[in-house]
């Protein structure tokens, strides 16, 4: 089985005022294609940091980090936003969908970034769509959408480019217990199909639905 | 897509949304008033030098016409000389004077130009003829107003008036034979044209062979400059202009007005830049989660600052033709202050509209416009993604 | 041709007099016998200037002239000033005229920017709605920093006026070489400037704020 992910001693720090935050102390981790791998840990351990660097969204200061066979902790700007938007999924605990869009056009906007054209974008956007449960709500805006709903119509945008890694920080974090079980139910299914994932998380129920669970605690992996 | 978020977040704010393309058009509408300020004269003139197609003047010499009361002397010899050059199509004398119109109870007078009707430059006819006998002249409207008189009537005129003595010189009873506009003269002022032998036979004879004026018309194809230099050379008692040198003449004495045209148009584009910053950074301060959450997802910077642009491009889109349509009507505003200057042809608009003067001004704003928005929407753009989004989730 | 040889006795400032301004003549004085003889004028001249002591020696003067000279006239120097100078009046209106522009353009510009700043603080407004305070004391805030802010950038302003001021004056004294005074900043020109900026900037402000509280503070927070 092939390492989507290869991290090897990665260290990040961040200046809070006069003080210096060590968010990882030299993380290592490996994340296998197919694995459903759950981050828990207390607030503060460096979870999210290590999320972070995986989505290629922020740059380690030291280590060595490699995403689908990819060299990803020296990418400049250009090349990593290229290789977020093909690589990589991202799902947020807060969903983040442009609200002046419908649930379609916010699942299109990376395959128009892709530079897919429009007949095969909207296809592949209903079809995303249709596998979470939400094709007949296409045309809604965020705003007329549940919590579930939106954060199911952000696992639909994450996965338009088809993405070696899904990566999730607290996707059930703003939703309540009954909607957090659905969304469970269709990671567990996402990873069934194939996806690689690593969710960040809190949520107990998450984590026991994960395949292998990896606790932090100040900036360090501890088991 | 970029133009759908665009346009979104234009409606999402609308109240904004509405202000700022009132502020950008109004910016706009100055910024067109003074570039129409800073060409208009100039072109309003030079349209009114070359109305009758008369391209060189000569007026006695170190003197600029109608400037001073003198007069060019042996002026029927320089003209018939300028009349014998290949080069020239035709020449018009013109000699200024005043003549004094005794009424019942008062005295009306007004500026009289001595003309050759057949090739003057001088005047438009609007009704009746021009003067053909020794006795006739035409008038225009202000001066057969302040005479109770209308065409075909006749009328007792004098060229000289001695106020010390309370006696009139040269009179003589002259028939209005045509209502005339004068292109040079300003609206109220009065006035009458008349065969040029008459206002010299009435002057006396300090104006025999005398004019004040000469207009050259040059045929097709002539070079103006070489003939200017030709006939100063030529002639060394006049002073040879070509419109060229009048339009700089009237730069220099009307430069205050390009100036100050220049100082507002800058003051204008400076303002709509300011506005256009602050829209801008406003919007992006609203949204950099958003932003953020873009660039997370693989959006390219570039994409992003151009969605962004995209918002203060169609409040320029929009605002232009209310900027031009605010401008147009501001300027006819300003322009009817400034046609009262005491001496102004009727005729001249310091706010001339050019379609030039239009895409001058707009070009200027859109690329101020563009330019104010690339700094704030780059570094909205350029923002470390964790960070803002980990602040975006706390605020 | 006729003429006379002269010695140049002295070079003479030009006077502080609108109607000379832009006119590039060359000027000369002489005793007014010899420019008489010179152009063979006799004994003629083209006016008077009369000096009185007082407003009521001025009247008397007047009448007492134009009843007994016969063949000309006495007019009020006052009088043939207003005449002279309807270039400046012009001027004057035209300028007139691009201040009301400016004030009513400055208005819309005030009015946009406040209410682009008062909007950035919406999620600090709704906190505070949401903790209690009243509408009048949010109001109050904003109008009272609004008012601060005109304050400051009326001082500012009359600075930059002033100075700006100096500076024309420098330039078109010395373009047309004239003790002339092109700008005059007076008290009454200060404060009228100061109070428009002041109500300007308040009713703005105070705009601005009272569209802010209007709005349901969940939905200033986005929700």
């Known amino acids: 089985m092939t390492d989507i992910v290869d991290a090897r001693g990665l260290v990040r720090e961040y200046r809070m005022g006069e003080e210096i935050v060590h968010a990882l102390r030299g993380v290592s981790l490996t994340v296998s294609e197919g694995e459903y791998v759950a981050i828990v840990g207390p607030s503060g351990c460096g979870k999210s940091t290590l999320l972070n660097l995986l989505g290629v969204i922020d740059r380690p200061q030291s280590g060595e980090l490699s995403i689908a066979g990819e060299r990803v902790d020296r990418l400049n700007d250009a090349r990593a936003t290229e290789f977020r938007l093909r690589r990589i999924g991202f799902v947020f605990q807060r969903f983040y969908l442009m609200q002046a869009l419908t649930a379609r056009e916010n699942v299109e906007l990376p395959l128009a970034e892709a530079g897919m054209a429009g007949t095969e974008r909207r296809d592949r956007a209903l079809e995303l769509l249709d596998y979470v449960g939400l094709r007949k709500r296409e045309r809604h805006r965020p705003s007329q959408l549940s919590g579930g709903e939106q954060q199911r119509v952000a696992i639909a945008r994450a996965l338009a480019n088809r993405p070696a890694l899904l990566l999730a920080d607290e996707p059930t974090g703003e939703l309540d217990a009954r909607t957090g079980a659905e969304m469970i139910a269709l990671f567990d299914r996402l990873n069934a199909d194939g996806t690689t994932i690593v969710v960040v998380t809190h949520d107990e129920d998450l984590a026991r639905a994960a395949k292998r669970v990896v606790h932090m605690r100040d900036g360090e992996i501890v088991a | ?395 | 041709m006729p003429g006379d040889t002269v010695v140049i006795a002295g070079i003479v400032q030009r006077r502080a007099d609108p109607a000379e301004i832009a006119r590039g003549e060359y000027r000369v004085r002489l005793h007014l016998d010899h420019l008489q003889s010179l152009l063979g004028y006799g004994d003629r001249v083209d006016r008077f200037a009369v000096g009185t002591r007082g407003a009521a020696a001025t009247a008397d003067a007047l009448s007492r002239i134009n009843s007994a000279a016969y063949g000309f006239r006495a007019h009020r120097s006052a009088d043939i000033a207003v005449e002279t100078s309807r270039t400046f009046a012009v001027v004057s209106r035209f300028h007139r005229a691009i201040g009301v522009i400016t004030i009513v353009a400055s208005a819309i510009f005030l009015l946009c920017i406040m209410l682009l700043k008062v909007d950035e603080r919406r999620r600090d407004v709704a906190a505070l709605r949401l903790i209690g305070c009243s509408t009048r004391t949010i109001v109050g805030s904003v109008v009272l920093e609004a008012a601060a802010v005109a304050v400051l950038g009326s001082i500012a302003g009359v600075g930059v006026g002033a100075a700006a001021s100096w500076i024309v004056n420098q330039h078109y004294q010395g373009v047309y070489r004239t003790p002339l005074r092109f700008s005059i900043v007076t008290g009454d020109i200060v404060l009228l400037a100061v109070a428009l900026s002041l109500v300007l900037g308040i009713a703005a402000g105070w705009l601005a704020a009272r569209r802010l509280v209007r709005t349901p503070p969940l939905a200033l927070f986005g929700r």
């Open chain 2, 1 to 395: 897509m970029i133009i759908t978020l665009a346009l979104a977040s234009l409606v999402r704010h609308r109240a904004r949304t509405v202000l700022a393309i009132l502020g950008v058009a109004v910016s706009a509408a100055m910024l067109l008033d003074m570039v129409m300020l800073s060409s208009g004269m100039r072109e309003s003139f030079r349209g009114l030098l070359l109305s009758q197609g008369f391209q060189l003047r000569l007026s006695p010499k170190g003197t600029l016409p109608f400037d001073t009361e003198a007069t060019i002397r042996s002026a029927d010899s320089i003209v018939a000389l300028i009349r014998a050059r290949p080069t020239v199509e035709a020449v018009s004398p013109v000699l200024g004077g005043q003549l004094h119109f005794p009424l019942a109870e008062s005295m009306a007078n007004a500026t009289a130009l001595g003309v050759e009707p057949a090739v003057q430059g001088d005047y438009e006819l609007v009704e009746g003829r021009h003067p053909s006998a020794e006795n006739e002249l035409v008038a225009n409207d202000a001066l057969l107003r302040a005479l109770g008189r209308s065409v075909g009537d006749t009328i007792r005129a004098a060229a000289g008036y001695d106020p010390q003595l309370r006696t009139l010189s040269g009179q003589r009873v002259l028939r209005i034979v045509g209502r005339v506009r004068f292109i040079y003269l300003a609206l109220e002022q009065r006035a009458a044209a008349l065969p040029i032998g008459t206002l010299r036979a009435m002057n006396g004879p300090t104006s025999i062979d005398r004019a004040s004026l000469a207009m050259v018309r040059l045929r097709p194809g002539a070079d103006v400059e070489q003939e200017r230099t030709a006939l100063e050379r030529q002639l060394r008692t006049v002073t040879v202009i070509s419109t060229a040198a009048a339009l700089k003449q009237v730069d220099e004495r009307l430069s205050y007005f390009r100036q100050l045209a220049v100082i507002l148009g800058a003051v204008s584009l400076v303002v709509g830049f300011l506005l256009v910053t602050t829209l801008v950074t406003v919007s992006v301060n609203e949204r950099l989660g958003e932003i953020s959450v873009m660039r997370a997802i693989g959006v390219r910077r570039w994409r992003v600052v151009a969605q962004i642009l995209l918002e203060s491009t169609v409040i320029m889109i929009v605002a232009a033709p209310l900027g031009l349509a605010l401008g147009l009507v501001t300027a006819r505003w300003l322009n009817s202050i400034l046609a009262r200057f005491p001496g102004l042809p009727e005729r001249i608009d310091f706010f001339l509209f050019q379609p030039s003067a239009a895409w001058t001004a707009l070009g200027l704003l859109a690329l101020s416009g563009i330019l104010a928005g690339v700094y704030p929407s780059w570094r909205g753009a350029s923002l470390p993604i964790a960070s803002t989004l980990r602040q975006e989730a706390v605020g």
